[in-house]
């Protein structure tokens, strides 16, 4: 059964450093894995789409990464902003339901 | 701008009392979803559907119903609610084809005392 991991499950960091979150899962077998930003009160916000057969997707500041063979995933974000102060989760899609398997996510805090 | 809604936004209701969680969405999209989400855990699918009369249950047993008599709408019931219920419950949608991105809802906070 898939299961997908989410280090750390908070973090805080002040403005303008980068940083990394991490996502791992168990099953390599996957179709393709997303990035979504949740911020309170709000609905999620999809961020990047990475399929089973690329190793990056970039969006502005924001690099995923992903390592099917390893069962790894890292989102980057570069020059970090108050702005970007969420929860972060990942998921990967199992199957052709399209069906995803959910992180718990990263809440991330960036002090001014 | 993703142009989906979810009524309400917050419910506090007493154990035994029926509640439906409304969602709609107007992107013309054929598959919705119903998640359930703890604070701070993971996302639970608890029901979907691929278009008009479409419903499918998710991998999360659920006590709900759900229901899809238009392509715009994907309501949620609890015939009898029970603190058990108490979490976030998520309304998302996407396209069948062309795009795999799910577009959410803000979400209901729901609360059974």
């Known amino acids: 059964k898939q299961e997908v991991t989410q280090i750390p499950a908070a973090l805080s960091v002040p403005e303008g450093e980068n940083l990394v979150l991490n996502c791992s899962f168990t099953?390599?077998?996957?179709?393709?894995l997303q990035w979504f930003r949740q911020d309170p009160g709000k609905g999620l916000t999809s961020l990047l789409l990475?399929?089973?057969s690329q190793r990056e997707q970039t969006s502005g500041r924001l690099n995923a990464s992903l390592d099917k063979s390893s069962g790894r995933s890292t989102l980057y974000i570069a020059a970090s902003q108050p702005g970007d102060s969420a929860t972060y989760l990942c998921?990967?899609?199992?199957?052709?339901?399209?069906?995803?398997?959910w992180g718990a996510g990263t809440k991330l805090i960036i002090k001014p | 701008e993703a142009d989906i809604y979810q009524t309400p936004r917050y419910l506090v209701i007493g154990t035994g009392k029926k509640i439906t969680l409304e969602c709609s969405q107007t992107?013309?999209?054929?598959?919705m979803y119903w998640y359930q989400q703890d604070p701070g855990m993971e996302l639970h699918l608890i029901h979907y559907?691929?278009?008009?009369?479409?419903?499918e249950k998710g991998d999360l047993s659920s006590e709900s119903t759900v229901s899809r008599i238009r392509t715009e709408h994907f309501p949620l019931t609890l015939e009898s609610a029970r603190p058990s219920h108490t979490s976030q419950y998520l309304c998302a949608s996407s396209p069948l084809r062309g795009g795999e991105t799910q577009y959410f809802g803000p979400g209901t906070r729901l609360l059974v005392l």
């Open positions: 990475i399929q089973s």
């Open positions: 998921a990967v899609r199992v199957d052709s339901n399209y069906q995803l398997i």
């Open positions: 099953d390599s077998a996957i179709y393709n």
């Open positions: 559907s691929y278009g008009v009369n479409s419903t």
């Open positions: 992107m013309g999209h054929d598959k």
